[in-house]
């Protein structure tokens, strides 16, 4: 599996937009970037993810290079619960019987601050 | 639907004692995983099943460390006999392969703290 760089901490301003940066240089093509978060004292939680395309839900934004080296996940107004660290994770896609596996880095501790 | 259920939310036992973690997955989801916690290691994979299954065990630490999925709405990880070291917080996800798909999104419970002394 490739392997992600992410910082290890932001700060964002409550209201404005947070802006989580992950290189993934040696990402394959049929890797998908996944984006997990994990608020204190919680269980991991799903944001997002995408193969090539740029994508967006209701809880964020993901944007992809062209070349997939590197990833952004952009939370639009970021309020205080968005306080967390996430994780940006890349995988193959699951075949049947195999895959699944999500292996979780460091991540990047966000503070979003009032 | 309640999502993943894990018990006990909160364990504390002595070194030597039997552990057994509980968790009930999202009815229909076909994958159930368990993960482990700590400051050091950060969150690690320890087991996924399939259709109640073990596909990769790689991620148990030592003989110490059991898990079985008699159904598919049941899990146990069981840790005979607990170490101090084996303290952490300890996660059960669940997913769904996507019905002609190739990806999916796991759904991560509450998690056990586990203590042993």
């Known amino acids: 599996d490739a392997k992600t760089t992410q910082p290890p901490s932001m700060d964002c301003a409550e209201g404005r937009a947070a802006n989580l940066p992950c290189n993934h240089s040696?990402?394959?093509?049929?890797?998908?970037v996944y984006w997990y978060r994990q608020i204190h004292s919680q269980g991991p939680q799903y944001i997002i993810h995408?193969?090539?395309n740029n994508e967006t839900n209701e809880m964020a934004s993901l944007i992809i290079t062209e070349d997939r080296k590197s990833s952004t996940l952009i939370l639009p107004h970021a309020t205080l619960r968005d306080t967390a660290v996430y994780y940006c994770?890349?995988?193959?896609?699951?075949?049947?019987?195999?895959?699944?596996?999500?292996?979780f880095g460091q991540g990047t501790e966000l503070s979003v601050k009032p | 639907d309640a999502g993943v259920i894990q018990s006990p939310r909160h364990e504390v036992t002595e070194m030597g004692q039997e552990v057994t973690l509980r968790c009930k997955p999202i009815?229909?989801?076909?994958?159930l995983f368990w993960y482990r916690q700590t400051m050091m290691r950060g969150l690690e994979l320890l087991i996924y099943?399939?259709?109640?299954?073990?596909?990769?065990d790689s991620g148990m630490p030592e003989d110490r460390f059991s898990a079985k999925m008699p159904n598919a709405s049941f899990s146990t990880l069981k840790i005979q006999p607990s170490e101090p070291r084996d303290s952490a917080v300890y996660f059960c996800?669940?997913?769904?392969?996507?019905?002609?798909?190739?990806?999916?999104?796991?759904?991560f419970g509450p998690g056990t703290r586990l203590t042993v002394l």
């Open positions: 996800a669940s997913s769904s392969r996507l019905a002609g798909g190739s990806t999916d999104t796991q759904y």
């Open positions: 040696t990402i394959s093509g049929n890797e998908y």
């Open positions: 995408g193969l090539k």
């Open positions: 994770i890349v995988r193959p896609n699951m075949i049947y019987n195999q895959g699944g596996k999500l292996i």
């Open positions: 009815s229909g989801h076909d994958y």
């Open positions: 099943f399939n259709n109640n299954v073990p596909i990769d």
